[in-house]
């Protein structure tokens, strides 16, 4: 488990501005760790989801946005 993990972080590492591996990339990590391609697809997703954080989306910007002009206009009302 030790040299699965450290393949697959090393391929983070040296992608870590788009950490989403082409088919070509997981048929070499598959065949570089052992693991079956729905485990290391698994792998990638849990990874993204606890350690890369990409630009957040307009509809998210969007969303803070209006949060916190409603707190400042409901203030002002008062």
Aim: net charge positive; proline share 5%.
């Amino acid at each position: 488990p030790g040299d699965t993990t450290s393949v697959l972080k090393a391929w983070w590492q040296s992608h870590s501005k788009w950490p989403y591996p082409t088919e070509e990339d997981k048929a070499r990590l598959v065949q570089e760790t052992g693991l079956q391609l729905k485990q290391i697809n698994n792998w990638f997703i849990n990874q993204r989801k606890r350690n890369w954080h990409s630009n957040p989306s307009s509809s998210t910007v969007s969303k803070i946005k209006r949060r916190s002009n409603a707190g400042e206009s409901s203030g002002r009302e008062r």
